[in-house]
């Protein structure tokens, strides 16, 4: 009788020690990250003059004040069906690069491959290269292993911190949070949310690394919804390297054309491509989830290939097709689909943009009561007019009526001033004899007219009369 094994809930993962290599995509993926710890680290602290009333940082998005500032931009609550435009961008741009190039978000610009390298290259500068590290963890704890792996946490948990602050300092000003922060002046959601970040980045960059790739990212998981056989993907020539009897280690006094005489590929199954790789896979087992697009496995093969003197890209960016030797297609309907989407995102935000609205203008009508007969038997309606100053400047609005014959405006204020980025209101009364009215509920237009001359606003409302009135006529 066979014996029933027992289900594997959690296996404990096999930790990965990560060899550096030193090649092209390794250069790449360097440049990148150097750029983009400068601008994530920089950014918050460049200065950008507004004018008066308007915060001094070139990148800020006020939450309490509902604004963002993006260097000479400023983006008003009004405006954030723009942010639906950047994400529908992101999403299309985000599918056509996976389906043409792959991973290539994964492998060099996430934020998580971003800190995950980092974080490692600390681990290599304080514990050594692959077989050190292995060999510290296989050691029995003493003064000198604690000292390193002490010091590996505190540089991680520094690294964590200025990431923390940093992100923190595009919501709030982020020189009077680094003044105020470390003299615990500053407000206790800061030092919570400081905390908070500082705990996920050190938590996922440091303790978790590749497992946030291959466990959790959602992305990795429906790649393959997004790829064909034209994409460009990571990947090993198994023909080439495998030969028709596998593939073998290199043998004494055997020249290469004798290997390939015996039915022996290229690979020396020399295991390199497997060391380096940062999520620990093979890419000699085919295209799989973990696959990150990192190609350091492409440098880790070609200073092999180039060490026994054959030509480089054993493994490389190369598409199904091409490694059957059919020709590789980009310009699919797919993706020409996607290049349609994106220009017309790129074409409707740069409209929006170039027609943006230097006001607000929102008119709110007293309800309670709709309307009141004067003693001259005239009716009036009460409304609140509201104008929103999206100017670096103070700007003064005059407010007038059309469209309703025999009509009074009575405004509070001849001209109405509005400080920058702020809103302020009106009450306005509109006075019709009762003569003139031959509804019980007649449009008409208030008409907000900025005095610089720059815009002025339609906003069209109703007047209400009492129906006994309109109906005895
Ligand atoms: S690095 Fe190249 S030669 Fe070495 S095992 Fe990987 S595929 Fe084979
Ligand atoms: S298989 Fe190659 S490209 Fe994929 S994650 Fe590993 S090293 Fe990077």
Known sequence: MATE????????????????????????????LGLAYAVFFLLPFVRWDRGPGFPDQAVLFDLPGRAFYIFGLTVWPQEIFWLAILLLFAAVLLFFVTGMAGRVWCGYFCFQTLWTDLFFM???????????????????????????????????????????????????????????????????PAYVTILILSATTYTMAGLMKEQVCTTFCPYGRFQSVMFDENTMIV?????????????????????????????????????????????????????QYQCISCALCIDACDTIMDSINQPRGLIRYSSENELEHKPTKHWTPKNIAYVAVLSLAVLVFGYSMATRSHMVVDVQQERQPLYVQLSDGRIQNKYIVKVTNKQAQPAAYRIQMTGLPQAELQVNQ?????????????NVFVRVPPQALHEEKQHFEFKITDLSGREEKIYTIDFYAPESLVRDK
């Open 5 to 32: 094994q027992p289900l594997v809930y959690f296996e404990k993962r096999p930790k990965i020690y990560p060899r550096s290599i030193k090649g092209r995509f390794r250069d790449i993926k360097t440049a990148i």
């Open 414 to 426: 001849e001209q109405l001033a509005v400080a920058p980025g702020k809103t302020a209101k009106v």
């Open 235 to 287: 990947a090993y020539d198994k023909v080439r390297g495998e030969g028709s009897n596998g593939r073998h280690k290199p043998q004494k006094g055997v020249t290469h054309e004798q290997r390939q005489a015996a039915g022996y590929g290229d690979c020396i199954d020399c295991g390199l491509c497997v060391q380096v790789c940062p999520t620990g896979i093979d890419i000699r087992n085919g295209l």
């Open 122 to 188: 600390i681990e290599r500068w304080i514990e050594g290269e692959r077989p050190a590290r292995m060999r510290l963890d296989k050691e029995r704890l003493s003064v000198h292993k604690i000292g390193l792996k002490v010091t590996k946490h505190l540089l991680w948990l520094l690294v964590a911190f200025a990431t923390a602050f940093a992100f923190t300092g595009y919501f709030t000003d982020s020189l009077q949070l680094a003044q105020e922060f470390f003299l615990l002046e500053a407000a206790v």
